[in-house]
């Protein structure tokens, strides 16, 4: 097993029973996710002597697995693009778009697919059980990449709704796919009702290094900005994985000794689906399923969040806070955001820079605003180009 000098194994989430690197499941005493444990003392107190990786892997000695051990496409060392026009609009000093859309599939979730698919590559044995997980799209996209490059056998089952550029880049990568009637919930219960196989989880929170993964994302926004501590980190949310996953990075920074405090973190959801933030507003400390969710945003039509309680776990922990937005407002950000600032954003993006319109109280005249781009333009180009021809244009 060739594991990290740092990491410390799997602890569950809630009840904190322990486990081997190797167990790809919930806690089977209490169902909660599990996630990587590491020794702080045993990583470079100065990030400049980090060991050498590229992308995401240059924060290996924070992450379960060596560089040499990396199923990797080189996601990461995404840029942060200085968007001068939406500060003005804001008002406040520097907004910056950490532009998440770069990685190899155009998604932050590629981040977290490296690191699960890099464990099973390690831990599945001679001849591995097929990877199968439920995805609204673009996680389906990104794990057939990654398992096509490990040569392991993938299937994606996806809702009707998905994206066309998602489907069609499922099986260009090698994946199998099922398309299933319905929505999320529907393609999530279809995996264990339709799979007569033995397989292995990659979904967010059963399987413990998906949302692991995107923790590398605040790393890279603290080194980019030499150390210094943005003052606001506004994500969208849909399973949690993004959020759950950027307050661990920001949490282990100062746990590291690489910087003193976290930023604050801004969740945002759709009006039609928002219950990460029904649960955080009410004071509630875990989600309630949506009935009837409904949001042109199908990457963020998560009713029953995997991540949900963490979700909301973190944001109080970053002293953080959530907002819902109206799906005419993510789009219409997503939209100027591609025309003021050339930054191509897709409707799940376009959530980040809704949010943020919506927060713009909150953000002092000279603050430092980081909103997160969780995917690029191409994925739902034709969702952005009906919106314009909804104004006639
Ligand atoms: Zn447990």
Redesign the pocket.
């Known amino acids: 097993m060739d594991t990290t000098e740092s990491f410390r194994g799997l602890a ?1 989430t ?4 322990t486990f081997d690197p190797d167990h790809l499941d919930r ?1 089977p ?4 996710p599990l996630a990587p444990e590491y020794d702080y003392g045993a990583v470079p107190a100065d990030p400049a002597e980090l060991a050498d990786g590229s992308g995401m892997w240059r924060y290996a000695d924070l992450l379960p697995f060596p560089v040499e051990s990396a199923v990797t496409i080189s996601e990461g060392d995404t840029p942060l693009v200085d968007a001068p026009r939406l500060a003005d609009e804001l008002d406040t000093g520097t907004v910056l778009v950490k532009d998440e859309s770069r990685n190899p599939t155009g998604t932050v979730l590629d981040r977290g697919l490296s690191l699960a698919v890099t464990a099973v590559a390690q831990f599945g044995g001679e001849d591995p059980e097929p990877l199968a997980h439920a995805t609204p799209g673009n996680a389906g996209q990104s794990a057939a990449a990654y398992a096509g490059r490990a040569d392991l056998r993938s299937y994606a089952f996806v809702p009707s709704r998905a994206p066309f550029s998602n489907k069609a880049m499922i099986n260009v990568h090698g994946g199998e796919m099922r398309v299933v009637g319905g929505r999320y919930p529907d393609a999530l219960a279809a995996v264990s009702e339709q799979l007569a196989t033995d397989w292995t989880s990659l979904q967010e929170f059963t399987n413990p290094y998906r949302h692991e993964g995107a923790k590398t994302v605040a790393y890279e926004v603290l080194a980019d900005l030499d150390w210094e501590v943005p003052d606001a980190v506004v994500t969208p949310v849909g399973t949690g994985e993004v959020l759950v996953g950027l307050a661990e990075g920001f949490r282990s920074a100062v746990a590291a000794g690489w910087v003193e405090e976290t930023p604050r973190l801004f969740a945002v959801q759709p009006e039609g689906c928002a219950p990460v933030v029904e649960a955080f507003e009410s004071g509630a400390e875990t989600t309630e399923a949506w009935d009837h969710p409904d949001t042109i945003v199908g990457e963020l039509e998560i009713p029953d969040p995997a991540g949900g309680d963490l979700a909301v776990s973190a944001l109080a922990e970053c002293d953080g806070d959530a907002v819902a937005v109206e799906d005419e407002s993510i789009l219409r950000s997503a939209v100027t955001a591609a025309g003021s600032e050339g930054v191509e954003m897709g409707a799940a993006g376009g959530a980040s820079a809704a949010g943020a319109w919506e927060l713009a109280d909150e953000f002092d005249a000279d603050a430092t605003v980081v909103l997160v781009n969780t995917e690029s333009g191409g994925k739902t180009a034709d969702v952005l180009r009906s919106h314009l021809m909804g104004q006639g244009i």
């Open positions: 569950c809630d009840c904190g029973a806690c005493d209490c169902g909660a």
